[in-house]
């Protein structure tokens, strides 16, 4: 269904990208690893075009993607929704505003600027909302509400734009332990439930041993390894991320320890 | 005898047991340079003060006593008549509402397409990133006219009247304000566009809703500066041919018609109303700026 094939992406005459190329068909939770610099938000920036590749093909139900020009090309993002680390919202603006700005490519821009919404899409934004656990935050400026929250707002946005594919830049690296297990379960969530396509760049192994089908480690812009967590063994991490024997797992980890011990001295 | 390896010739070294040394060293070097410069300027004022004198038209000392008989003229007659200055105060109110709304359209036009021109002239923005130099030029070329010379070329292609002047003022505005806006664009935060972006969002939609509520306060701030500023520039177009009270106090200012109490009621609504303006607008533009807590 989807297939990236030799995509390469240069800033001057170092390559960001090189040479990518990897197929997902059905509806997979795909999670992408490496170090900062390897790669990984060019290889999702050039899905949803906010980047242009340099040379390669990203083909999607028959059509290369990254040919696309002008409106076909604003089509396409409208059907690839994408996650930022940073939310990426209209701060100023309420939450449910922001969910519907996942309409924008079929609404003219006259009917954006006074601000005119259908009602059948106000209410989806509100069913979304609900469906992610804020409905009750609608009404309040995108600003007011944690990192945590906000990002789920990013997600709603995400669905409204009911896509075939999700891409997710770092969805949880600024969100706290707490935060990023709500997002990263949201998303999982989606998928499981929806059946949609996500792509997702981490930067912890256990977010992605956790929660992803398939992983692709990247290293300095080359598609080094393409496997299932299992296969994800501590020397391949070591490889991935170009470290050492001192490499260690558990220190970078986020994942939340199920300290009992710990609870149970609290509790007696 | 170490020393002397580093500095052939011995001078006294800064103490660094007492910095206070070094800061009244900087100090006292700071004045020289001050009072060098303060020299210069003054030679230089000192020598170009014959050449301005031999190139001026009357005499520079001979007219200076006479500076002040223009305006003593006006006021003694304007004292003498100063029955006639309330009525005549109300009598050019409509054309200083004509003078204050030349200056409200042009600022509005003027701004509409400085808004314009900045968007497209604005790194990060603009929708076609090549052409970004020739609408920075544009500016720069709306800018340098000065708003009285396009009045008087457009006196003569459209003859006088409020719209020359509107058309004028709004010209050197878009140059003026575009250069203020896309200043103020270039710091947006660019987050948003990008998440706008992609969800395929058109240019228009992505800056509407991207850009300007972050530009909006300070591009209001600007404007009303602006307007302040154009109240000013529209009253003096009136001296050049263009509509409003600038027309009017050309009229009576003319020497030896008895119409100085004219001028002095003219000159008073004028002033009172560029006060209210610029008191009004500085309160406004802190509000915007910085909130309604600050202001």
């Not at chain 1, 509400?145 to 995400?158: C, E, K």
């Not at chain 2, 006088?160 to 575009?178: D, K």
């Not at chain 2, 533009?285 to 202001?295: C, E, S, V, Y």
Request: glycine letters at 8%.
């Amino acid at each position: 269904m989807l297939h990236v094939q030799n995509v390469t992406r240069r800033f001057g005459a170092k390559s960001a990208v090189d040479q990518a190329s990897f197929s997902v068909s059905g509806s997979a939770f795909v999670g992408v690893i490496g170090r900062s610099g390897a790669g990984k938000s060019t290889l999702l920036r050039m899905m949803n075009r906010l980047t242009d590749a340099t040379a390669g093909e990203i083909v999607f139900e028959g059509r290369n993607i990254l040919a696309l020009q002008g409106a076909d090309k604003r089509a396409w993002q409208s059907q690839c929704a994408m996650i930022f680390q940073q939310f990426n919202l209209v701060p100023r603006m309420d939450v449910a505003s922001n969910v519907l700005h996942g309409i924008l490519n079929r609404r003219s821009t006259l009917a954006t600027m006074f601000n005119v919404w259908p009602e059948a899409d106000i209410l989806r934004a509100l069913t979304i909302l609900d469906r992610l656990g804020i409905a009750e935050q609608a009404p309040l400026r995108a600003e007011a509400l944690s990192g945590g929250q906000q990002q789920r707002v990013a997600i709603a946005r995400a669905l409204m734009q009911d896509p075939k594919i999700i891409l997710a830049d770092e969805p949880i690296a600024s969100l706290d332990p707490m935060n990023a297990q709500v997002v990263m379960d949201t998303l999982r969530r989606i998928h499981d439930e929806d059946g949609r396509m996500v792509i997702a760049n981490l930067h912890t192994l256990d977010t992605a041993r956790r929660y992803c089908d398939r992983v692709i480690g990247m290293r300095d812009g080359r598609i080094v390894f393409d496997g299932t967590p299992d296969q994800l063994t501590t020397s391949v991490a070591r490889d991935i991320y170009g470290a050492d024997d001192s490499f260690n797992e558990s220190a970078t980890s986020t994942a939340i320890p199920a300290d009992t011990a710990y609870a149970e001295t609290m509790l007696a | 005898m170490a020393d002397l390896a580093f500095a052939p010739t011995p001078e006294k070294r800064p103490d660094l047991s007492q910095p206070q040394h070094a800061y009244v060293r900087m100090v006292r070097q700071k004045r020289v340079y001050g009072a060098n410069l303060l020299g210069g300027f003054l030679l230089l004022l000192a020598t170009g003060f014959h050449v301005a004198e031999t190139r001026n038209a009357g005499d520079f000392l001979s007219g200076l006593p006479m500076l002040g008989a223009f305006p003593s003229e006006v006021l003694s007659e304007g004292w003498a008549n100063r029955a006639n200055v309330p009525g005549l105060a109300l009598h050019f109110i409509p054309s200083l509402i004509e003078t204050l709304n030349i200056a409200a359209v042009s600022t509005l036009l003027g701004g509409i397409c400085a808004a314009l021109l900045a968007l497209l002239s604005t790194r990060g923005l603009a929708p076609f990133p090549r052409l970004i130099p020739v609408f920075r030029r544009t500016m720069d070329a709306l800018r340098a006219l000065p708003d009285v010379v396009i009045a008087l070329v457009l006196i003569y292609v459209l003859g006088g009247g409020p719209i020359p002047a509107v058309m004028a003022i709004a010209i050197h505005t878009s140059g003026a304000l575009g250069k203020l806006f896309s200043e103020a664009a270039e710091n947006a935060d660019l987050k948003p566009v990008e998440g706008l972006a992609s969800t395929g969002a058109r240019w228009g939609q992505r800056i509407w809703l991207g850009i300007l509520p972050q530009v909006a306060p300070n591009w209001a701030s600007y404007l009303l500066m602006r307007f302040e500023i154009n109240v000013r520039v529209s009253a003096i177009l009136g001296f050049v041919g263009q509509g409003g009270i600038g027309a009017d106090m050309k009229v009576a200012m003319q020497w030896g018609q008895g119409k100085y109490d004219e001028v002095v009621a003219i000159f008073l609504i004028l002033f009172f109303t560029i006060v209210v303006i610029d008191r009004s607008s500085d309160w406004l533009r802190t509000r915007l700026t910085k909130g309604a807590h600050h202001g």
